[in-house]
């Protein structure tokens, strides 16, 4: 796919949902691209509907008003918030069964190996969900989606539930698979030292009706990135300052 023109394009897109009070708005005029292999990070308050915009990236619900664009034949992976694995299948078959619409055998099986074995998950790989913890759980669901070779990866706070040492391995297993494969990302999160170290682009959503209210972009190449840097701490204080409008002044502990 040319990298000039956009893997996806959403143009006002407008979401509410019935309550008891009638309709919540909680999308409202939302625009923006995604170019391929670019990070693209949404970080906004909890609950103001960052993951029903996914859903509809990824077809799960149809906004109201408003339009998606998408390439024919983009192949889309979701690695959702909560694992949605099968639980009659063994970790090896729930990603085999996801790659065979779109991989012959030998190369689904050598990636299938090699993730495994980059997510510490090669020796479960003959157990099934019920037998995981719900970090292996959360693994398994990031590996199943990297593993279709997709041309646009959507995440849900995709390393919520793992321990610092896991959330490192598998944001270094996906980086790998990014930067060998190519393909765009758009993730949730709501920890901004995360966003700027990962992302390309940062764009920040207001409390519902959801909107973009601030795009933040980080040029610095992600390998050279270092959260003491003058430069990097900027951007994390720039995120801070949007999210949390009445702090006068933010803090840097000295990191020596």
């Keep these: 796919m040319e990298s000039n023109k956009p893997i996806l394009e959403l143009n006002q897109i407008q979401k509410s949902f019935r309550n008891n009070n009638g309709n919540l708005r909680v999308l409202q005029d939302v625009s923006f691209q995604v170019y391929p292999g670019e990070i693209v990070a949404l970080i906004g308050p909890s609950g103001c509907g960052k993951t029903t ?4 990236v990824a077809g799960l619900t149809a906004p ?8 024919a034949g983009l192949r889309l992976a979701f690695a959702f918030q909560e694992p949605r694995l099968l639980p009659w299948k063994t970790v090896e078959d729930n990603i085999r069964f996801v790659q065979g619409n ?25 157990s099934y969900p019920a037998e995981l913890s719900g970090g292996m ?17 959507l995440m849900d706070e995709p390393f919520k539930s793992l321990d610092i040492a896991l959330k490192h391995r598998l944001t270094y ?10 393909f765009a990302v758009l993730f949730i999160t709501h920890d901004p030292e995360e ?8 764009l920040v959503f ?12 980080v040029d610095q190449p992600r390998q050279e990135r270092n959260i003491k840097d003058d430069s990097i701490y900027k951007k994390v204080e720039e995120l801070l300052a949007y999210l ?8 840097r502990s000295n990191p020596n």
Excluded: W
């Design 195 to 202: 966003a700027v170290m990962l992302a390309d682009r940062v």
């Design 102 to 126: 779109f991989l012959q055998p030998a190369e689904a099986e050598e990636i299938r190996e090699t993730l495994l074995c980059g997510a510490g998950l090669a020796k479960y790989k003959n």
């Design 53 to 56: 915009l996914l859903n509809i």
């Design 244 to 251: 949390l409008k009445d702090l006068k002044q933010i803090p």
């Design 64 to 71: 109201d008003r408003g339009g998606l664009e998408k390439p």
């Design 137 to 153: 759980k959360q693994r398994l669901e990031i590996v199943r989606a990297l593993s279709v070779k997709p041309d646009l990866l």
């Design 173 to 182: 297993l996906t980086l790998a698979e990014h930067g060998r494969e190519g």
């Design 206 to 217: 207001s409390d519902k009706p959801a909107k973009i209210c601030q795009e933040i972009t």
